[in-house]
């Protein structure tokens, strides 16, 4: 009866649980709401996403939860992208038939995982990837036996706000016996190294393995068994192997996936990978690798997509990866790939991408080639040196999403067959030699463009009055030669650059009403006249404006002050008038600033002074006055080149810009300056430094299109303009002003310098005892001052100098010879220095013989003054040689006993040889004489 009741009681038992009884509310179970209830709590919803999780409602109904249709218990917790913060409660350990839990794309902030979350063993997927977790992963995951999935990856977790996870080693993953999925990429693995591979090759059930990103720094070359033959997956880019790829992948027989791109591998690919037969994405993009594209790759019959972009790959291309026969895209780019491209690339029928740009491949491209490419949507031949040989009525049989032909031969001609493709986003025909009208039909194309580059071309003609194109839009028509007025763009442009053209008449008043949210607008070296429209102060985003060398006239607008995110201000060469606003003080981000060769005159203001990000100051060539301002050598840390050439500038030049450490250009010359020279200006740092400027000082990227900075320095008696190759320029220039005093030794100090001018100053005394140390020096020019004395024999070691005027001085003396200066023969380097003599100047010096044979000038006869230097030298040393070496060795026999006892020794003994020598020689000759007389 006992065994019958507790049967019937456990009947019971089991009908209550299954039809809810007293355990549960509404179909819920009473201990897992309230469990549910105290974990919401234990979160910041600041969404309000989980307000349907009501303490009185059935929770199988509330947002995220999954209950067990029969039991009612709940199995999945899906609490994703809900914006959850703060704190997890350990409450949440209650749901103790928990098969699911997703935390992802949270916001933690950096708490890491609880470590009661291992004791939830009944999870079989558990996914806590970009929930804003950090620190170490707790090793207790490995007690969830059960888990099919676990994904940790972190990207999220990279900012600057809280670290990402770590975990110290792998080895609690071998608890893992189920697991088949396991993304832990973004998670640093630093330190699991060397152990990683080991631990992963014990999970024999793994399907797919994602490392991307993890900080890895070692990949075994050798297992002696590969155990995870179930794998289909494997993602280990981004990492920093620095080896060859390991010939045990090509044993993973399953792999459907393999991306191992970024990991510094080198080395050939292995033809083994060809054994693969059903990988579908082959991705080894951006490492090191070399030699010739394997052929057997060809016979990857499941291929889909192969990238071995970004490599050093050389040879051609392989002919068999036309038996790809599921292709559907090739990316070969940035390799040193040769060749033609192998017409059976053609036949496959699946392709829609075909990028083979950056390499150094020749031939022609003809119709044949993309014959069956009726799928083809991305077409990318940028930099080779291929010819397109297209019939003018060639209808292709695609429609091309995006081209890009840049520095391919498509000319003379416009491509018509570029007419009937409807869909094209993005358009690069750059430096393609067409050397044509644009047709009318283009324009038709354009309002679905994001990108359209067809610059360095010489294509004419207008453009339509109102262009129409996508919002967010990249035009680079530069270098052309269109004409007519400069369009307005309907749904605006974030970059466009006209420069280089034809371009005339006014910027239209409304030209910036459809395009605030500009970033780039350069429209230089055009004809372009009237004046900058007041309306530019709506292009708030505006990082690059470049109007140079143009015939825009009136004054720079005030407004332009509001253009708050300028970082380069280009209004160089021009026909502007007026002062230099105040309101360009506003510009805090400014870091490159040209209002050269106008007609500005006034002051500069001292609102300047708040663009302290300045590299560049360009005001030469204008009219402006007053002292230069101190506060230069104060406000612009970052400068690097100040240029005031050719103003009206007063006073003295301030010790202040001494201050300007990393200054590598200085040109203040053409003004009124007086007083001398700065002693402090041997703390010039940037020009002490001989070797290259650090940084790049050649232009300033707003995404796809660059303002690149230039500047006109006088060297060598030229005035040249400077663009990529500035940063590589240190330069002084301070001639032509009323400068005086003696040039200070300190300048000597500047070791970096390339260009050193002071000429047509009234500078005194002598040059510099220590000029020679400057031995960069490309150009040194002090004519036209009043310096007097020798030129110094020191002057011989600037072995880079090219140029030398010491012309109109008071310079006497022998001029130096040796090294670079033999080839500096002009005799106009030091006219009118009354007092200098010996070549190239055709005055002797005095003592010098009547020149015989060579004229001056030769090279037989500057190694004639050679040798006569040389050997009077000679004589010279031997003259005083005698007298030195006499009295010194007669002092060491004065002061030193041992030496005078040792040096009477000598004489004693080679006083005996000699006179038993000589009494030798006098037997010997007796007896010859006693010979002779018989």
């Known amino acids: 009866m006992e065994r019958r009741g507790f049967l019937i009681s456990l009947f019971l038992l089991n009908i209550l649980i299954r039809c809810g009884g007293y355990w549960k509310v509404s179909g819920c179970l009473d201990w897992e709401r309230k469990a549910l209830t105290t974990f919401r709590k234990s979160l910041n919803d600041s969404s309000s996403r989980l307000s349907s999780w009501d303490d009185t409602s059935d929770c199988c109904n509330w947002t995220g939860i999954t209950c067990n249709n029969k039991t009612q218990y709940v199995v999945h917790l899906d609490c994703s992208r809900l914006g959850l913060s703060d704190r997890i409660d350990p409450a949440v350990v209650e749901l103790k038939h928990l098969q699911l839990l997703d935390l992802t794309y949270n916001a933690f902030n950096g708490i890491p995982i609880p470590q009661f979350v291992g004791s939830m063993k009944e999870l079989r997927h558990l996914n806590l990837s970009e929930a804003g977790f950090s620190g170490r992963i707790p090793h207790q995951l490995g007690n969830l036996s059960h888990l099919i999935s676990l994904q940790l990856s972190s990207f999220y977790l990279t900012s600057d706000y809280y670290p990402s996870l770590s975990s110290e080693n792998l080895w609690w993953l071998t608890n893992l016996t189920s697991l088949k999925y396991l993304d832990m990429s973004y998670v640093n693995l630093s330190t699991a190294s060397y152990d990683w591979l080991h631990v992963i090759n014990m999970s024999p059930s793994l399907i797919e393995l994602k490392l991307f990103q993890c900080g890895l720094s070692y990949i075994s070359p050798t297992l002696a068994s590969v155990n995870f033959t179930s794998l289909r997956v494997l993602d280990l880019s981004y990492n920093n192997f620095n080896s060859r790829i390991p010939n045990w992948i090509a044993n993973i027989s399953n792999l459907v996936f393999l991306d191992l791109s970024r990991n510094q591998l080198n080395g050939n690919i292995p033809a083994g990978l060809g054994g693969l037969s059903s990988l579908q994405s082959l991705l080894l993009s951006m490492n090191q690798l070399n030699g010739n594209i394997p052929a057997a790759l060809g016979g990857l019959s499941s291929l889909q997509y192969l990238d071995l972009s ?37 036949k496959r029928s699946n392709l829609s991408s075909l990028d083979l740009s950056d390499n150094s491949l020749t031939g022609n491209v003809s119709e044949s080639l993309f014959e069956n490419l009726k799928k083809l949507e991305g077409l990318h031949f940028s930099s080779n040196s291929l010819v397109f040989d297209l019939h003018p009525d060639w209808v292709p049989p695609f429609q091309l999403q995006t ?31 067409i050397s044509d009208i644009m ?106 404006l470049d109007l140079s060398q143009n015939n825009i006239t009136g004054t720079i607008p005030s407004r332009l002050g509001n253009c708050v995110a300028l970082e380069a201000l280009d209004l160089s060469k021009n026909r502007l008038s007026g002062g230099i606003p105040m309101s360009l003080g506003l510009l805090s981000q400014l870091q490159t600033m040209h209002l050269n060769n106008n007609t500005l005159s006034g002051e500069v203001p001292s609102s300047l002074k708040n663009c302290s990000r ?8 204008n009219n402006l006055s007053g002292h230069i301002p101190t506060w230069i050598g104060k406000s612009f840390p970052a400068l690097r080149i100040l240029s005031l050439r050719s103003n009206m500038f007063t006073g003295n030049i301030p010790p202040q810009l001494s201050n300007l450490t990393s200054l590598q250009i200085l040109d203040v010359a053409q003004n009124c300056l007086s007083g001398t020279i700065p002693q402090s200006f041997e703390n010039l740092t940037a020009m002490k430094n001989k070797l290259k400027p650090n940084g790049c000082l050649s232009y300033i990227q707003t995404r796809m299109l660059y303002y690149e900075e230039n500047l006109l320095v006088t060297s060598k008696g030229q005035t040249r303009e400077y663009t990529r190759t ?50 960069l020096l490309e150009s040194l020019d002090f004519s036209k001052n009043q310096l007097s004395g020798t030129i110094r024999q020191s002057i011989s070691n600037l072995t880079f ?25 002009d005799p106009s380097n030091y006219i009118g220095n009354n007092g200098l003599c010996g070549p190239p100047l055709i005055d002797n010096c005095a003592g010098d013989e009547t020149p015989q044979g060579p004229l001056p000038g030769s090279t037989d006869h500057v190694k ?32 030193k006993k041992s030496w005078r006892i040792a040096y009477y020794r000598f004489f004693v003994e080679m006083k005996e040889r000699l006179f038993l020598t000589v009494a030798l020689w006098d037997v010997r000759l007796k007896k010859f004489l006693e010979k002779l007389g018989h």
């Open 310 to 346: 970004e490599n050093l790959l050389n040879g051609n291309i392989p002919a068999a990866l036309g038996g790809l026969s599921s292709l559907k895209s090739l990316e070969l780019e940035e390799n040193r790939l040769n060749g033609t491209i192998p017409t059976s690339l053609g």
């Open 403 to 433: 081209i890009r032909l840049g520095s391919s031969h498509l000319g003379p001609r416009f491509p018509p067959w570029l007419r009937t493709q409807k869909y094209v986003t993005k358009l690069d025909l750059s430096n393609t030699s």
């Open 439 to 544: 047709p009318t039909w283009f324009w038709d194309l354009t309002p679905q463009l994001f990108l359209l580059n067809l610059s360095n071309n010489e294509i004419s003609g207008q453009l339509p009055n109102l262009l129409k194109m996508q919002f967010y839009v990249y035009i680079d028509l530069s270098f052309n030669r269109f004409s007519g007025p400069v369009p307005c763009i309907l749904n605006g442009s974030t970059l466009l650059d006209f420069s280089n053209n034809q371009f005339s008449g006014p910027i239209p008043p409304n030209f910036t009403s459809t395009m605030r949210y500009m970033e780039f607008f350069s429209a230089a070296h055009n004809q372009i006249s009237g004046i900058i429209p007041s309306s530019i102060e709506e292009l708030k985003h505006l990082v690059v």
């Open 614 to 621: 300045l590299e560049t100051l360009d005001l030469g060539y």
């Open 726 to 775: 500035v940063s590589l320029v240190t330069c002084m220039d301070l001639s032509s002003n009323n400068l005086s005093g003696e040039i200070p030794e300190g300048v000597t100090s500047l070791l970096g310098l390339r260009v050193l001018n002071l000429s047509r100053n009234h500078f005194t005394r002598k040059i510099p005892d220590k000029i020679g140390k400057l031995t």
């Open 801 to 825: 100098l090219s140029y030398l005027n010491l012309s109109y001085n008071n310079l006497s003396g022998r001029i130096p010879l040796g090294n670079q200066l033999q080839t500096l023969e």
């Open 864 to 895: 004639e003054n050679e040798k006569e230097y040389e050997m009077r030298w000679f004589y010279t040393a031997m003259g005083l040689g005698f007298p030195v070496g006499f009295w010194a060795f007669c002092g060491i026999l004065v002061l």
